[in-house]
């Protein structure tokens, strides 16, 4: 055993790959599908900047692709600019939405739109990185997203869930803040958590773990190596996860509301992340991809914006229900918007220039549109808002601190959006 330690303790990638290693020999299961139910330490908030919102939870709804504002949120009275779609009105004078948000048009009145979206991040790695982290991609760092980001600095809330999750297809890791602040990622909605069957007895699984800790403790003791504990409390954690009644949070076929949602990995992934927000986790993120059309712009937004609309329709209906929508803020991104003119192919093109998103619960006061983009929606004409305002608006809904600093390994300073300004009038 000594030998083993010797060789953990040559180098970080040894080290990481050691512990991996271990969890997988001796609990017979991954370390990467659970990597975010590791512990992490509460941090003290400075109180300076702290935000104004009510949300004790965030679902952070992601369309990858870049969807068009044109055909959503902001639609025009031209029909050269609005080809296969239009206007329709809705339970708020003068906010209008397109055509498919036929469910979303009556609940007008408790969401808040911004048309005033604008970036210059018109390739989609570099705007979805933006728009999750509130910072610029960088080959040198990787900046955690805003589950790990409000967990560093609002402190753990629950001892076994996760305080973030990620749904849909996504590379789950905690950027430059310690690995314990992951968000769990959760491939199919419907699926449940991975890797989650004990794959041995459960007297043989107890002293495997018992094993585990024991040498992840003496590998603690001997190399001082700080980031070494949480994978030796993820033991421990795992242990609680598997044996506990929290993977019930998981399971969305207990729904019985769950025809609501749809059929759809969107609606499904909205399914989990309501039920999720029921048992206490701070921050879920539900991506899906699918909204880059730039070929048949018809077609693609009667497959995709109908389920959209009937997801957003069904958490804004049952979070009211529960009495969680104002503890609750939904939020709905994209990479960037698409061109008011439309191509060769019947489809829009990337458009980071203006673009729209959507605001609902959280303490958010519903019924309005903030700023405006010209006839054409072409420009931004009023209170243009970037992808770090956005997300710094999230934040402050949790009530975190924007001002609080935060250093990496190598010393390099960072607040949560780095710096943007959150929309604070859209807040009661």
């Not at 902001?74 to 779609?85: E, L, R, T």
């Not at 004078?93 to 911004?114: Q, T």
């Not at 229900?321 to 008011?340: E, K």
């Amino acid at each position: 055993m000594n030998d083993i330690l010797d060789l953990a303790g040559r180098s970080s990638h040894s080290r990481r790959n050691f512990m991996q290693r271990t969890a997988q020999v001796s609990l017979g299961v991954g370390m990467s599908s659970l990597t975010g139910l590791l512990p992490s330490a509460t941090r003290a908030q400075s109180g300076k900047g702290a935000g104004g919102g009510k949300a004790k939870s965030v679902i952070y709804i992601y369309l990858a692709g870049g969807m068009s504002h044109l055909d959503t949120f902001d639609p025009k009275d031209s029909k050269k600019v609005m080809g296969p779609s239009e206007a329709i009105s809705t339970n708020v004078d003068g906010l209008r939405l397109g055509n498919h948000f036929k469910g979303l048009a009556k609940h007008a009145d408790k969401i808040a739109l911004i048309n005033s979206m604008m970036s210059t991040n018109g390739a989609h790695e570099v705007a979805t990185y933006m728009n999750l982290t509130g910072y610029s991609k960088r080959a040198t760092i990787v900046h955690p997203t805003i589950g790990p980001f409000a967990e560093e600095l609002l402190g753990k809330r629950g001892k076994i869930l996760p305080d973030s999750v990620v749904v849909g297809p996504s590379t789950s890791n905690s950027g430059y803040l310690d690995p314990s602040r992951s968000p769990l990622p959760i491939a199919d909605p419907a699926g449940g958590v991975p890797n989650t069957q004990i794959q041995t007895d459960e007297t043989r699984f107890d002293r495997r773990m018992e094993i585990a800790q024991r040498l992840g403790k003496r590998f603690t003791d001997k190399y001082k190596y700080a980031s070494s504990q949480s994978y030796v409390e993820y033991y421990k954690q795992a242990n609680q996860l598997l044996k506990s009644d929290e993977l019930e949070a998981f399971d969305i076929s207990q729904e019985t509301n769950a025809a609501k949602y749809g059929s759809s990995r969107l609606g499904q992934g909205c399914l989990l992340a309501k039920r999720l927000v029921e048992h206490g986790v701070r921050v879920v993120e539900v991506r899906v991809g699918g909204w880059d059309m730039h070929v048949g712009l018809e077609n693609g937004l009667a497959s995709k914006v109908p389920d959209l609309d009937r997801a957003l329709t069904a958490l804004i209906e049952e979070l009211s229900s529960l009495g969680l929508l104002d503890s609750t803020l939904i939020a709905v991104n994209t990479d960037f918007g698409r061109t008011p003119a439309i191509n060769m192919n019947a489809g829009r093109d990337h458009f980071p220039a203006a673009y729209s998103t959507m605001l609902a619960g959280g303490g958010i006061v519903g019924g309005q549109v903030y700023g405006a983009t010209d006839k054409l929606g072409k420009k931004v004409k009023a209170k243009p808002v970037d992808p770090t305002d956005f997300v710094a608006t999230m934040g402050y809904a949790m009530g975190v601190d924007l001002d609080e600093v935060i250093y990496s390994p190598t010393r390099r300073p960072f607040t949560f959006a780095n710096k943007g300004k959150p929309l604070t009038s859209l807040f009661g």
